[in-house]
């Protein structure tokens, strides 16, 4: 089978964006604040939003699966304080846990967090606990700049962020760690604040030792990486720099890249460059580039075709596209057997 561990719910009723703009409004207008009964979004509505959309392209591209989280840009944690994050991390993965149980087959859940800028991780775990045991989440999303852009929170490694991770490895539940909106005109939030994110948490990573505190602890860095896979020889000479272990040992073991990279040429250095047990397929479809390339004549993010022409064994593409999701993933394994998969 095909899993694909990089959905967001991109293509949520309109509806939903209302009601976060009254919640936005609120904050400078208190008596526009829309309570949470407001919203209201039928079942009808979201297989309306997920049948012509993520559920087409996933039957053309023959995914069987996809692990579906909130909207990144939305997640937007530096809009208010805590409380208007909470609420608004509660409502989204609600959303996703809906979709996951219309479509149980086809998509499992993974949480937001309602981090804000300044405020301790630890008031994001009642959150990520409630989304493990009563939506079954089998992953989260991480936020490794809640400030947008202006990069105020400290690196991965700093100890402010271990009740988080602490919880994570108590759920054996993986994070994906993944910016949302640019307020900082400096970086545009696709091209630019994504990239370096994965490049920056990935280079956090290397500098630090956050694996030996926490040996099976397992994190995403999306898009490829980054520039990471381009750059591999100048994070290993860095590594050296600073005395730390080759990358295979220091990050490796609990370091993982997706493959949302958008032509063959960059999936192919993804592939050449790390470690098949280290790549996991993903298309985060319907996400950033949503647009045919010309030169192809087929979708930008249709990550399956980069696969399947790149000089693959079987049995690294059969890790890529299934076995390390479950591996990663342990509690989808457990959904996916409970299924008969």
């Not at 075709?305 to 479950?326: C, G, Q, T, V």
Request: proline content about 8%.
């Amino acid at each position: 089978m095909i899993i694909d561990c990089h959905g967001h719910y991109t293509t949520a009723p309109p509806a939903l964006a209302a009601w976060r703009d009254q919640q936005v409004a609120s904050l400078t207008e208190p008596g526009k604040k829309p309570a949470r009964a407001d919203l209201r979004i039928s079942d009808d509505e979201l297989r309306e939003t997920i049948e012509p959309n993520q559920l087409r392209l996933m039957d053309e591209r023959g995914i069987d699966l996809t692990i579906f989280s909130p909207r990144a840009s939305f997640m937007a944690h530096h809009v208010g304080g805590f409380e208007t994050s909470a609420e608004w991390a509660s409502i989204c993965n609600e959303l996703c846990h809906r979709v996951s149980t219309l479509y149980p087959e086809r998509f499992a859940p993974a949480a937001m967090l309602p981090q804000s800028p300044g405020v301790d991780p630890a008031t994001c775990v009642p959150e990520l606990t409630r989304c493990v045991e009563e939506y079954g989440a089998v992953a989260l999303n991480l936020n490794p700049d809640p400030s947008g852009g202006h990069w105020t929170a400290p690196p991965l490694t700093d100890r402010s962020w271990y009740p988080i991770y602490e919880k994570m490895v108590e759920y054996d539940i993986p994070a994906m760690v993944h910016v949302s909106t640019s307020v900082n005109p400096a970086f545009h939030t696709t091209g630019a604040h994504y990239l370096n994110a994965d490049t920056t948490a990935f280079m956090q990573l290397v500098q630090g030792d956050l694996f030996t505190d926490f040996p099976t602890l397992r994190l995403v860095i999306p898009h490829g990486g980054g520039a990471v896979p381009y750059h591999w020889g100048r994070f290993r000479g860095l590594a050296m720099a600073m005395g730390k272990p080759e990358l295979e040992e220091h990050v490796l073991h609990n370091v993982f890249f997706d493959t949302c990279v958008y032509h063959q040429p960059g999936s192919d250095l993804l592939f050449d460059v790390i470690p098949a047990r280290n790549i996991l397929f993903a298309s985060e479809m319907i996400g950033a580039v949503r647009s045919v390339d010309p030169r192809t004549g087929h979708h930008f993010d249709d990550t399956r075709r980069y696969a399947e022409a790149a000089k693959l064994s079987e049995e690294d593409w059969a890790a890529i596209r299934e076995h390390n999701a479950r591996a990663v993933y342990p509690r989808l394994d457990a959904l996916l057997k409970g299924q008969g998969r």
